[in-house]
């Protein structure tokens, strides 16, 4: 009875969570090939076998109203991004953003899609595993499932370029146990060149307090009570991304998680307030380049939801998309958007 009540206070809190942090169009994107179907059950609304089809949407500036458009037109498609006819130039790979947790591909990149493809990168971005009734909610299923459709989404855009990896810039889930799990389970390391994490939840969206409590509190039965009461509600995500999950203990727990061959610079912020202490962003392996935007941009107060909004944080992912090319940042002050 008492990991019933426990399931569900979990559940409560994490919708309140979700809630709380995504508020509740033109010419149509292009299709990929025919012959890479995603699951009914995965599939979001607009979003044929992962593609965003409803049209491109307008830039915005901020994260909220970007949520709020994606909400109003399931399946946008920011603008410039998915064309499957573009062909990378030369020294360049095809740029896969993915989304973090409660977001979709037009709310998490409404502002790097275009900016992005103005630099001459082509540019994809998938919607897979969310909530049917809030079509902006994509990524709260299984991680496990998502990072398959994901493989499989990478596949069709290495075909359709003709390129043998692609560079990925993933934000929060989408940065951390999203592209680590396709990289390190399912051989995306063989296709992957560039990691580029915007606040990532690697380690945990909970602090070292919650995920002790829980580990110590919960027992091994109850863990699987929990993880089952979270994927039948369609939020298996969350679960996995507390520090005390088993998913995340099995990924990151099990010695390094980065692989050989690929490039990964982690991006985060000291405000961000949801991956929290802001350090379980980082990974301290060998080849990983962590960065701390206020060593650079001290003025720089943008929380984890504004995160993909921060002009500071896109300059030093292009930077490292393009180390060669790299220009110096210009900081910008940022507001903390809670």
Not at 150 to 169: C, N, P, Q, W, Y
Not at 174 to 200: C, F, H, M, R, S
Not at 240 to 249: D, E, H, M, V, W
Request: proline share 8%; with cysteine.
């Amino acid at each position: 009875m008492r990991s019933k009540k426990l399931a569900t206070v979990l559940i409560s809190l994490a919708t309140a969570v979700a809630t709380s942090l995504a508020a509740v169009s033109a010419a149509p994107a292009h299709a990929a090939d025919a012959d890479t179907s995603v699951p009914p059950e995965i599939t979001m609304p607009g979003s044929p076998d992962g593609v965003p089809s409803a049209g491109d949407g307008p830039t915005k500036l901020f994260t909220y109203p970007a949520s709020v458009y994606a909400l109003a037109h399931p399946g946008t498609n920011p603008q410039g991004a998915n064309d499957f006819g573009c062909k990378p130039r030369e020294g360049q790979n095809p740029v896969v953003l993915l989304p973090g947790t409660n977001s979709d591909a037009y709310a998490s990149w409404s502002m790097y899609s275009p900016k992005l493809t103005k630099l001459g990168y082509c540019v994809f971005s998938p919607n897979f595993n969310g909530l049917q009734l809030l079509p902006n909610f994509a990524y709260t299923g299984d991680i496990r499932i998502s990072a398959k459709a994901v493989a499989g989404f990478v596949d069709r855009v290495l075909k359709a370029t003709g390129s043998k990896k692609v560079d990925i810039i993933g934000w929060s889930q989408g940065g951390g146990p999203l592209p680590n799990y396709y990289i390190t389970k399912l051989g995306g390391y063989k296709k992957v060149d560039k990691l580029i994490a915007l606040a990532p939840s690697n380690h945990g969206i909970g602090t070292k307090a919650v995920s002790a409590f829980l580990n110590q509190a919960v027992d091994e039965a109850k863990h699987e009570q929990i993880e089952a009461a979270f994927t039948k509600a369609g939020i298996a995500s969350y679960e996995q991304q507390l520090g005390s999950s088993r998913f995340n203990k099995d990924l990151y727990g099990n010695g390094p998680v980065t692989r050989p061959g690929v490039t990964y610079t982690i991006i985060e912020g000291r405000y961000d307030d949801t991956v929290v202490p802001f350090t379980n962003a980082f990974l301290y392996e060998s080849g990983v380049k962590n960065i701390l935007v206020q060593n650079t941009c001290g003025s720089d107060h943008a929380s984890h939801i504004n995160f993909t909004y921060d002009i500071n944080v896109y300059q030093m992912a292009v930077n490292a998309l393009d180390p060669e090319q790299a220009k110096p940042v210009v900081c910008v002050p940022q507001p903390f958007l809670g």
